[in-house]
């Protein structure tokens, strides 16, 4: 057998961000998950800006929060280019993102209509994320130390078969993930990806029960991980079934009860 494919040992790769200290700008942070977990870092310390395409909202939040704000886009490239210079333009010690933007819209494969559905979750979860980080990246290579974080979802590793697109990009975000990464080796930025699992949040909309974790818990899980040095991967212990289910032999089973729901 040649030596290629003898199987290498494992190891695990610690991640150290210092959420007590950074500097962060949290892209898609106006509500849910994002929100969250922007009060949880200034909480801890850090100095959080988040991004987002309500102005009044931003407005409203930065009043009520201390948030430095700006407004973003991450379906358009000259907005990503024009926020991460402002901020910083703004906050020259920057040395923190995440890439938290993104939709979650169901799709019927049966029919081409699901087609314009398609397009507008590849632009916005993996072309804004991709975007982001190429906006920013210049930037945080140039910091003693620095992070990237990306938001991937359990659903990059057993699809959501209603929401075939999202579960999609989520997945194509973990392997551009994997890909940033080693090419970051020997670098000073740290690559990180958190991979919710279901958590009981707006993403589908106002007024959808889509079920999943309590935010409030899913977050002090995560703040725990990111202290303790997690990584490469946060994994909350909701989203590990589907995280490792293809491993498992699970994958299916599960495919066809998120289905159901």
């Known amino acids: 057998m ?4 003898l199987p290498l040992p494992r190891c695990r790769i610690v991640v150290v961000m210092d959420i007590t200290t950074s500097t962060v700008f949290i892209s898609g942070a106006t509500s849910g ?27 409203t939040l930065a009043a009520e929060h201390g948030f430095d704000t700006v407004q973003i886009d991450v379906d358009d490239p000259a907005s990503i280019t024009a926020a991460a210079e402002a901020v910083i333009a703004s906050h020259p010690s920057l040395d923190a993102i995440v890439t938290m933007s993104g939709i979650m819209r169901p799709e019927d ?16 979860n993996f072309l804004g994320t991709v975007r ?8 945080l290579l140039e910091q003693p130390a620095a992070t990237v974080m990306t938001v991937s979802s359990g659903l990059a590793f057993t699809p959501l078969a209603p929401t075939p697109t999202y579960s ?4 194509a975000v973990h392997s551009y993930t994997l890909s940033l ?32 974790m309590p935010l409030e818990a899913f ?10 040095g997690a990584g490469p991967e946060v994994l909350v212990q909701n989203v590990l079934p589907l995280r490792w289910a293809e491993r498992d ?11 159901g729901r």
């Open 2 to 5: 040649s030596a290629l494919w």
């Open 33 to 59: 998950i994002g929100l969250g977990l922007a009060l949880r870092l200034q909480q801890a310390g850090s100095t959080v800006v988040i991004g987002g395409r309500r102005a009044a909202l931003l407005d």
């Open 109 to 124: 494969l049966r029919s081409s209509e699901h087609l314009a559905v398609t397009e507008a979750t590849v632009t916005t």
């Open 132 to 139: 982001l980080v190429d906006a920013f990246l210049p930037h």
């Open 168 to 171: 999609a990009m989520k997945a």
């Open 181 to 212: 990464r080693q090419q970051l080796v020997g670098s000073p930025v740290e690559v990180l990806e958190l991979a919710p699992p279901a958590v009981a949040t707006d993403i589908q909309g106002v007024g959808v029960d889509f079920g999943g």
């Open 219 to 228: 977050l002090d899980e995560v703040v725990s991980l990111l202290r303790a």
């Open 249 to 259: 032999g699970t994958q299916q089973q599960l495919i066809e009860r998120l289905a």
